[in-house]
Each structure stands twice: as structure tokens, then as C-alpha cells.
């Protein structure tokens, strides 16, 4: 997925079912989220990130995305959304698992 969805592209993909759109299409917000905390979803990172922001949205934008992340990286489809985005080591830490 090359770009943002709109509202209606997101609903488009809601209704018609397909998993890998789904995902593609929750990777591409997860990495809005951890954009505008300031990070790149490809960054590895985790709650230590969000603490160091303390009490800010950003944060609160930072959680939310890698809370996302995580999410995403338990299925197939998800992991590979990822992955189109640049996210490697959790995927290949979940994978050995």
C-alpha cells in the first residue's frame, strides 16, 4: 500500500473481506501513529520509548502504534505489512518463536 487510505478506501477494504488489505491498511496507520510519536515503525522499540516521552499525545501516539505493531505481527498477513514498511526484528524474533 503505497499510500494513506482515505475514509472511503478504508471502508472499501472493510466490507470487501480481504485480510491482506486489512492489513496493509493497519500497518500503513500504525506507522501514522508511531510517526507523528515521533518515531519510524521500522524503529525497534518498545514501551521504553513511551515512558521517555512521559505524560504527552506523543506518547499517547507512540503507544498506540507500537501496541499496533504488536497486534499486526501475530498473523501471516500482518507481518508481512509490516515487513512491505521496513519492520524486521520483531518479525524475525516472532517467526523463530
Do not use: C, T
Request: glycine share 12%; proline share 4%.
Amino acid at each position: 500500500m503505497s499510500h494513506a487510505l482515505n475514509d472511503v478506501e478504508a471502508l472499501a477494504v472493510l466490507r470487501s473481506g480481504d485480510a491482506i488489505g486489512l492489513a496493509e491498511a493497519m500497518a500503513a496507520f500504525a506507522g501514522h501513529l508511531m510517526q507523528q510519536g515521533g518515531a519510524h515503525i521500522a524503529a525497534p522499540m518498545g514501551a521504553s520509548a513511551v515512558a521517555a516521552l512521559g505524560n504527552s499525545p506523543k506518547a499517547g501516539l507512540l503507544a498506540a502504534g507500537l501496541e499496533l505493531r504488536v497486534l499486526l505481527s501475530a498473523s501471516p498477513q500482518g507481518r508481512e505489512a509490516l515487513r512491505d514498511l521496513g519492520f524486521q526484528p520483531l518479525l524475525e524474533q516472532v517467526e523463530r518463536e
